[in-house]
DNA sequence: GCTTATTCATTAGCATACAAATGATTGTCG
DNA sequence: CGACAATCATTTGTATGCTAATGAATAAGC
């Protein structure tokens, strides 16, 4: 039977360690970055579950209401105002445009942008959205109470 | 000069309508989803900047502080430990080989597994870069005062 | 007005993240 | 013990999300 001190020396001439060696102080499930990876996580699977349209996805769905409430927009002006940068949301849009939820068209007064507007299956899907997407928000926050999901939804503001 | 109305009339004729359309009481940056996905984005955005390791990501970090933690363990174990699909993991998991940070060897009790530890390369950039996450979490938190700090991680580990 | 800087959109490359399918191995249950 | 289920790891395909580079068009400064 192997003793540990043997067990030691013998992995270390291996040149690696498999003993537990946690840091004090530090536990990676308390971290903030590593909670809201998983909260964001756990929303993305509700909202798929739930939005009722198994090609929508997140991103694409706020580029569409973007594009509903302004009418219409250029393709990076849709990128801030959704927080994604030009290379995102040009593929989102690419996307948006396959299923013929969005058109295309040019500026006059600006030949280097393309506005977008959405389509009448656009539109249509737009509205049909909302209420599952009011359904997702609630059941995203419904492990809290009343008072807490307002607190948390202002000191998340806070953190953007 | 054209109208307002003729201008509507000729837009409907495209078949799409510029017109502004937001929805009453729907407001996108308002939304749970869209605000965890901001604040995500924000945490990465400090993590890569602070890090002090220009290739190590989040997840790879996580991986690495929880192999670290366990001295050795599973693919998917890990994976599960760190809220990774197994898809996901594998990926994250053969960067970190290819580095030369992780080491794997067989599951001598089920053929199935492939177990992983550090290396010694693993273990010293693992203790290294303890100090800048502990300054990313507190700067990600940065906007908050201390109580709020501690209500809002309360709140964000009852959405998990 | 002319150079310079900025902005718009696209592309390529890399890293999560998930679903679905696969092959190998192990566990379970009749 | 032998069929069936479950688990491990991988692979393929799709969708964010970022950096960096590009070319076209516009804006700013002198």
Chains 1, 2 share one sequence.
Do not use: W
């Not at 946690?22 to 509700?46: D, F, K, N, W």
């Not at 290379?87 to 939820?101: D, F, H, S």
């Not at 249509?124 to 607190?151: D, F, H, N």
């Amino acid at each position: 039977m192997k003793t540990g001190v043997v067990s030691i020396a013998m992995r270390e001439q291996d040149g690696a360690d498999p003993a537990p060696d946690p840091t004090p102080g530090y536990v990676l499930e308390h971290q903030v970055g590593h909670l809201l990876r998983r909260a964001h996580q756990r929303h993305t699977s509700i909202f798929q579950e739930g939005i009722g349209d198994s090609q929508l996805t997140p991103t694409q769905f706020a580029a569409l209401m973007k594009i509903k409430d302004l009418g219409q927009v250029s393709q990076n002006q849709l990128g801030r105002l959704t927080a994604m940068d030009p290379a995102t949301i040009q593929g989102v849009i690419q996307r948006l445009l396959v299923r013929g939820l969005v058109e295309r068209y040019p500026d006059a007064s600006d030949r280097r942008c393309t506005l977008l507007r959405l389509s009448p299956a656009g539109k249509q899907l737009a509205t049909s959205v909302i209420g599952p997407a009011r359904a997702i928000s609630e059941q995203t926050l419904s492990p809290l109470g009343e008072a807490e999901r307002a607190t948390f939804l202002d000191l998340l503001r806070k953190l953007i």
